[in-house]
Nanobody, 123 residues
Framework: QVHLVESGGGLVQAGDSLRLSCAAS????????MGWFRQAPGKEREFVVV????????SYADSVRGRFTCSRDNAKNTVYLQLNSLTPEDTAVYYC????????????????WGQGTQVTVSS
């Protein structure tokens, strides 16, 4: 069992930056690809980024590529998401998730999820 806890969300203005963290416990995350997803009010959950077990590979959604950066520190059992140049369209609850099998964008494949952290961007 992997327990994931996101933090770092908040209320910011357009153009600002935030750094989200996802701290894991229960098992080491080095055996898991880690993903970030988000869900805005009234919208379906949306893929943001996936990072491979070693951190050597990442895949970003087109909407965030070039603005968001995902990294991980397996020694600290933590994954990070740096959000730059935020816009109101980035307002959502951000979730981290873990999958042991495939490097995938498919939310259905992920086995463990955090409770989410709210990011609100004002214009």
């Amino acid at each position: 069992q992997v327990h994931l806890v996101e933090s770092g969300g908040g209320l910011v203005q357009a153009g600002d930056s935030l750094r989200l963290s996802c701290a894991a416990s229960g098992r080491t995350i080095e055996n898991y690809h880690m993903g970030w997803f988000r869900q805005a009010p009234g919208k379906e959950r949306e893929f943001v980024v996936v990072i491979s077990r070693s951190g050597g590979s990442t895949s970003y959604a087109d909407s965030v590529r070039g603005r968001f950066t995902c990294s991980r520190d397996n020694a600290k059992n933590t994954v990070y998401l740096q959000l730059n140049s935020l816009t109101p369209e980035d307002t959502a609850v951000y979730y981290c998730a873990a999958v042991a099998t495939y490097f995938t964008r498919r939310a259905e494949a992920y086995e463990y999820w955090g409770q989410g952290t709210q990011v609100t961007v004002s214009s």
